[in-house]
């Protein structure tokens, strides 16, 4: 009986052995097969970024303040405008579009509309929130570690340091909180809405590439009006990027998901 039991605690522990190296490694294989961060980062900024009429951020209003306000509110207006906006551009007569060239929508507006859609129903009717996953900070594959003494952001993947952009955090009596999570989405590409005026807001028109990390704190693209004030605080409570910056974040969330990705914010380095 007594070399029974050693027996099936030997292939117990023999298994459990060869279990762990797989669990230890397993953020290691959602990265791409040939993946080569420089060459991800060199095809993103090679994408010309269309600046038109950006002169407006949503998390930059009075309207909506961080912290403060319910996201869960403002997502449902967002979301309900969006579907308003997606029901009128499919129902144009063709031949208003073709009388009206200039009101015609490109098939990347329509793209853009239901990406974003797709993303905010799902986010809204599960209820989702950050994937329970096992990793924490830089044992994560993807770690950004955003610090306001400095205004940077260091971007880690797996566990290495590939990159670092300067931000804009909250200023003094709107203050970006100190966290350390994993982000709670849902992530949206940039939209402008071209025909009715709210969809710009209700929209988040002009808001290239967000990352909802906590509540209603997002990472995020900026304006140019606000490009030249990176690196120093200067948001409402969210962590501006550069649009190209953003947009490689963005990116890599969405490649190698939220349950791979910990975002920290931190007053100073150790």
């Not at 097969?33 to 998390?59: C, G, L, Q, R």
């Not at 205004?151 to 003094?172: A, E, N, R, W």
């Not at 969330?253 to 939220?258: C, R, S």
Request: contains cysteine; charged residues 20%.
């Amino acid at each position: 009986m007594k070399i029974k039991i050693f027996t099936v605690l030997f292939l117990a522990g023999s298994i459990i052995q060869l279990l762990l190296p797989a669990c230890s490694n397993r953020s290691r294989h959602r990265l791409p097969k040939n993946f080569t961060y420089n060459i991800f980062k060199d095809s993103i900024k090679a994408v010309v970024y269309d600046s038109n009429n950006d002169e407006t951020n949503i998390f930059d209003s009075t309207i909506f303040t961080p912290g403060k306000d319910s996201v869960q509110n403002l997502l449902i207006q967002i979301d309900s405008t969006w579907h308003h906006e997606l029901s009128m551009i499919e129902s144009m007569d063709t031949l208003l579009r073709i009388w009206k060239k200039n009101d015609q929508y490109e098939q990347s507006d329509l793209e853009s509309i239901r990406e974003n859609l797709k993303v905010l129903d799902s986010f809204l009717i599960r209820k989702q929130v950050a994937d329970s996953g096992k990793c924490s900070e830089k044992d994560c594959l993807l770690y950004a570690e955003v610090i306001k003494q400095n205004q940077t952001m260091y971007l880690y993947l797996d566990g290495g340091l590939i990159d670092s952009f300067s931000v804009s955090t909250g200023v003094k009596n709107r203050q970006t909180p100190v966290m350390s999570v994993r982000p709670s989405g849902p992530l949206f590409t940039k939209y402008t809405s071209k025909k009715f005026p709210g969809g710009n807001y209700m929209g988040l028109g002009n808001m290239p590439y967000v990352v909802f990390i906590k509540g209603g704190y997002a990472i995020h693209g900026t304006t140019p009006g606000n490009h030249n004030k990176l690196g120093k605080p200067a948001s409402h409570g969210c962590i501006r990027l550069h649009p190209i910056n953003a947009r490689i974040f963005y990116e890599l969330v969405k490649i190698i998901g939220v349950s791979d990705t910990w975002v920290s914010v931190k007053d100073s380095l150790p």
